[in-house]
């Protein structure tokens, strides 16, 4: 479980739309395409119509009961990306209807907590390759602001998809961070600062993973701890099965204020 990985910084998440295409550059060898999908079919956890290329709607999972017991950092939509083009804006509402209920939900146990008893502070997070329409969508969603029970986050792989997909993401008003994985050449993260937490990792889980510089990851950890932004490395190696996750003698496991897994 992603609670109990100390790689991930998520505690859970919840799939209730799951597929996606393979995009950029580091899309190529797929983790959730080319292991996790054809497993969980195999397993009957995901109906047989789930194919590359297309979004499946798992309607059971559309549903406030299956999220409430997540609690921590709750990946939305992990196995795929809500923003896809092919994902209809009905669709995303639906999603973020259910997250804000439930949210809406958490928030009111906390006014009426006992005195003493800490709070819910369970954040949902999205992060996505297609930046901007994730950043038109929750603009058009919520145009005071991206809710604090929410953070968005972009994928970036190299300094040209950095320039291209951040942008977007400082046009976010709201938590942002950076998803650096897999890290395929160095970033410059300068005329990015604006963000509130920065993510890196290597390219893990075949024969063939794009090995990681050291030194475009120290790049990455001097920019953000100059400026006091939490920093979190997922792994530095190429295997996932005997994960690599130090840098310089020291795991790097930082997390913005209100980010408990």
């Given at each position: 479980?992603a609670k109990h990985n100390?790689?991930?910084?998520?505690?859970?998440d919840?799939?209730?739309?799951?597929?996606c295409?393979r995009?950029?550059?580091?899309?190529?060898?797929?983790?959730?395409?080319?292991?996790?999908?054809?497993?969980?079919?195999?397993?009957?956890?995901?109906?047989?119509?789930?194919?590359?290329g297309q979004p499946?709607?798992?309607?059971?999972?559309?549903?406030p009961?299956?999220?409430?017991?997540?609690?921590?950092?709750v990946g939305?939509?992990q196995?795929?990306d809500?923003?896809?083009?092919k994902?209809p804006d009905?669709?995303?509402?639906?999603?973020?209807?259910i997250?804000?209920e439930?949210?809406?939900e958490?928030?009111?146990?906390?006014?009426?907590?006992?005195?003493?008893?800490?709070l819910?502070?369970t954040k949902y997070?999205?992060?996505?390759k297609?930046?901007e329409r994730?950043?038109?969508?929750m603009?058009?969603?919520y145009?005071?602001?991206?809710?604090?029970?929410?953070a968005?986050g972009?994928s970036?792989?190299?300094q040209?998809?950095?320039?291209?997909?951040l942008?977007?993401?400082?046009?976010m008003q709201?938590?942002?961070?950076?998803?650096i994985?897999?890290?395929?050449?160095?970033?410059?993260?300068a005329?990015?600062?604006?963000v509130?937490?920065?993510?890196?990792?290597?390219?893990?889980?075949?024969?063939?993973a794009?090995?990681?510089?050291?030194?475009?990851?120290?790049t990455?950890?001097?920019?953000?701890v100059?400026?006091?932004?939490?920093?979190?490395?997922?792994?530095v190696?190429p295997?996932?099965?005997?994960?690599?996750?130090?840098?310089?003698?020291?795991t790097?496991?930082e997390?913005?204020?209100g980010f408990?897994?």
């Open positions: 479980m100390p790689g991930d910084i998520l505690t859970s919840w799939n209730p739309v799951v597929g295409q995009y950029s550059a580091g899309c190529r060898d797929c983790w959730w395409l080319d292991g996790i999908m054809p497993w969980q079919i195999r397993l009957g956890n995901l109906p047989k119509i789930v194919v590359e499946t709607d798992v309607e059971a999972r559309f549903d009961a299956k999220l409430r017991p997540k609690k921590g950092i939305v939509v196995h795929g809500l923003f896809w083009d994902v009905a669709t995303i509402d639906r999603v973020l209807d997250v804000d439930v949210a809406a958490r928030e009111a146990r906390n006014r009426r907590r006992q005195e003493g008893r800490p819910d502070t997070v999205l992060w996505s297609r930046a994730m950043a038109d969508t603009a058009r969603r145009p005071k602001g991206v809710p604090a029970h929410l968005c972009v970036i792989e190299n040209a998809l950095a320039d291209e997909r942008p977007h993401l400082l046009r709201g938590r942002r961070f950076v998803m994985e897999p890290m395929l050449g160095p970033i410059d993260l005329a990015y600062a604006a509130d937490w920065v993510v890196l990792g290597s390219e893990t889980g075949t024969d063939r794009r090995p990681m510089d050291l030194d475009w990851a120290r990455v950890r001097d920019f953000a100059a400026r006091f932004i939490p920093f979190f490395v997922k792994q190696g295997s996932h099965k005997s994960p690599v996750r130090t840098l310089d003698g020291r790097w496991d997390f913005p204020d408990v897994k």
